[in-house]
Every structure is written in C-alpha cells, then in structure tokens.
C-alpha cells in the first residue's frame, strides 16, 4: 500500500484551509501546502496508522489462547446485567431513558471523535475546550483510556489481519467483536505495539492526565454519576438508574464500537481495496455515527470524514463540522474525489456506484 502513496494521496481539501488571499499574495509555505499527489501534504503529523504489508505472521501453530478470567467474569455480569436493564425500560421514569441516550450519545463521540478520529489518526485538530469535552465523553464510555485505545488502535491498522493485529477478524467474529479483550494479548501486538510512535499523545498533557487518573475518574464518570443523577434528582429507582441508565448504556455503546471491529470487517463490500479485510457496512455506519465506511477508512486512514461522504449516516462528521462551524475544530483532512475515483478503479472490488 505504501508504494501507492504518491497517487492516491491529493492535496489537503480540508474546508477550514484558508484560500490564499490572492494568487499573487500566495506564501511559499501556502504553496508547499496545497501541492497535489504529495503524501505530507495531508497529514505531516502522523504516519502511523498506515497499512505496512511487508510484516508477515511468523509460520508455526498460533499460540494456545490464555484466558483471563477476570475479564469474563465482568464481561458476562455486565451483560446480564444490559439484559436485566431492557426488561426495566418499559417502567423507567421518561427523564432516566432520556438520560441514558443523551449519555450514549456523548460517550460514542468520545469514541468516534475523539479516541478514534482526533487520537488515533490525528485527522482534524481541535481547540482545548473541544479536547476538554472529548476526553471526558471519552471517560463517559469507558473503553480503556486514550492512550492505550490509540496504540491498539493504530496497530491493527498498520498490521492488520495479521497476528499482531489485536482483534485480527481471520479469527472469527466473536474474537473481533469482544473475545480479544477476554484473553492474553497475542505476543506479536505486544511486539509491535511497542515499535508504534505514540510520542504525540504521550506529549498531550490532557491525555497523559486522563491516563494517571483513569480508574477513579471512569468509576464516578461512568458509573456512579449516571447511577445516582436519576436516582437523587428526579426520585427513580436505584434499581431502574443502575440496570438501564449504566450497564445498558454502557453495553449498547461498547458493542456498538466492537461492531466496526467484527462486522464491518466480515460482511460488506470493499469497493475502495478489495485486498483488504475492511468493509462498507451502512447498518455499522448508523450503529456506530458513521465508522462503518470500513474498506474507506483502512484504504484513507488519514480522512477526518472515515467516509468518501460526509454527512451520510456519519453523525461524527456533523458533530466535527459543527465544532468546525464554532471554530472548535480545524485542519480537517480530506482525500480528493480524484484521488478516491483513482483508487477505486485501480483496486476496488466493482461494487462502487462509479464502477
Ligand atoms: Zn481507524
Ligand atoms: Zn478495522
């Protein structure tokens, strides 16, 4: 994939991007900027998250799975707990479901723009008060802190499908979905895990912050405020605040971010790479704000939109143009149409409309 790099990387269309005042007026740095089909010119900053085909598994029997029970354990209460929560929405006070949805919301952008999109890829930048609202949306979904999601994140998109890839999908879909956080990491994602360049995080004061305190801040973030704000405020049940508004909500957001890691890498259609596992799934993209362009985003990591589009079904990239509009956020990285329709054409399964 490296060697495509020239053709299908176009100059950065972000639409924060100044125009130049005018053409005579154009700086040198403004010049560099917008040059076409060169590769620093859409993402300087991070090169991480870029597919590396030359790693290959090492021949051998896979490594006997290692369990850790503390995890299952968790895991299984957490999910009947969910499942105890559905039977209780029906008699949940109106402001509870409301509660719980709103918090659903806030703590998948956390994920989505946060974690995922400003983190992992560094595809827009954004403004402290921005960053200050993700981190503790982030907090809010509970999904290991940024750090440590960014490095497995960006390690199964540069070794992905391989056995350093964390939740590598040839091993099934419960394994992509949820197994992989059940059992010991697989030694090559330990390996390479560690060769990752994760300097600019660990050089971000608010990341570093929410890694130091992370166990006390996730437990009053994501579990006892939600519990108790229904439960003091407007006299429900601890019961029904507890099953519904936390360990519902949390279970909804946590599998629908798995989805992109198991569904959206086994059913779909790749019409951007078809030599790779990622897929197009529009029922992901509405579960999960719009990660399901799969196949678009393993093919154009660096896209703040994860999209060929940007609003359909991609309630992130509304969210991120809004904070855009507010000047919250800016430098959003988008691959041109050009460049798209090259790609598609030159590795795309034919399933694309253009096709
Ligand atoms: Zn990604
Ligand atoms: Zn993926």
Known sequence: MTAHIPQEISSSCGTTLTEPHSWGQQSAEEKVEKAPFHSEDIRPEMKEDIHDPSYQDEEGPPPKLEYVWRNIILMALLHLGALYGITLVPSCKVYTCLT?????????????????????????????????????????????????????????????????DPHDSRRGFFFSHVGWLLVRKHPAVKEKGGTLDMSDLKAEKLIMFQRRYYKPTVVLISIVLPTLVPWYFWGESFQHSFYVATLLRYAVVLNATWLVNSAAHLYG????????????????????????????????????????????INFTTFFIDCMAALGLAYDRKKVSKAAVLARIKRTGDGSHKSG
């Open 269 to 312: 259609y790749r019409p951007y790479d078809r030599n790779i596992g990622a897929r197009d799934n529009a029922l992901v993209s509405v579960a999960s704000f719009g990660e399901g362009f799969h196949n678009y985003h393993h093919t154009f990591p660096y896209d703040y939109s994860v999209s060929e589009y940007r609003w359909h």
């Open 100 to 164: 719980g949805m709103f918090y659903s919301w806030v703590a998948a952008l956390g994920i989505t723009a946060g974690a995922h999109r400003l983190w992992s890829h560094r595809t827009y930048k954004a403004r402290l008060p921005l960053r200050l609202f993700l981190i503790i949306a982030n907090t809010m979904a509970f999904q290991n802190d940024v750090y440590e999601w960014a490095r497995d994140h960006r390690v199964h998109h540069k070794f992905t499908e391989t056995h350093a």
